[in-house]
C-alpha cells in the first residue's frame, strides 16, 4: 500500500434519510435535485428528490402536486428552498382528498 494511503482516513458513506409525507412537516435546505431513476407507484410516476439540511441530507418521493411545484424554473440544483407540507386537505376534481403543499425558493 502506498505511503500517502496508509495515512488517509476513512468515513462511511451513506444514502440520505428517506422523508415520507405522513405528517405535516416543514423541510428547508439546499436542493440537490433528483436522479434519472423514478419509481411508479399507485398514483403514477414520482422521482427521488433529495434536499441537504442543515443536519443531513434527506431524500423524498414527490407526489403529483409536489412535482408540480418543484418544477419550477426558479428552483434549481443548489437553490435554497422551503417546503411545507399541510397534511391532506385539497379535494381534487374527483372529490377525494389531496395532499397539500406549498414550496418557497429564497432570492
Given amino acids: 500500500m502506498p505511503e500517502t494511503q496508509a495515512q488517509e482516513s476513512w468515513e462511511e458513506v451513506?444514502?440520505?434519510s428517506l422523508v415520507t409525507?405522513?405528517?405535516p412537516r416543514v423541510l428547508e435546505g439546499v436542493y440537490q435535485g433528483f436522479p434519472a431513476a423514478?419509481?411508479?407507484g399507485q398514483f403514477g410516476?414520482?422521482?427521488k428528490h433529495s434536499i441537504v439540511t442543515d443536519e443531513a441530507r434527506v431524500e423524498f418521493y414527490?407526489?403529483?402536486?409536489?412535482?408540480?411545484?418543484l418544477a419550477d424554473p426558479r428552483i434549481k440544483a443548489g437553490s435554497r428552498i422551503r417546503i411545507v407540507y399541510e397534511?391532506?386537505?385539497?379535494?381534487t376534481s374527483t372529490g377525494r382528498?389531496?395532499?397539500a403543499f406549498t414550496v418557497q425558493v429564497a432570492t
Fill in 38 to 40: 423514478k419509481v411508479a
Fill in 87 to 91: 397534511g391532506k386537505s385539497e379535494k
Fill in 97 to 99: 382528498m389531496a395532499k
Fill in 62 to 69: 414527490s407526489p403529483a402536486i409536489l412535482e408540480r411545484l
Fill in 21 to 23: 409525507w405522513n405528517e
Fill in 45 to 47: 410516476e414520482q422521482y
Fill in 14 to 16: 451513506s444514502g440520505g
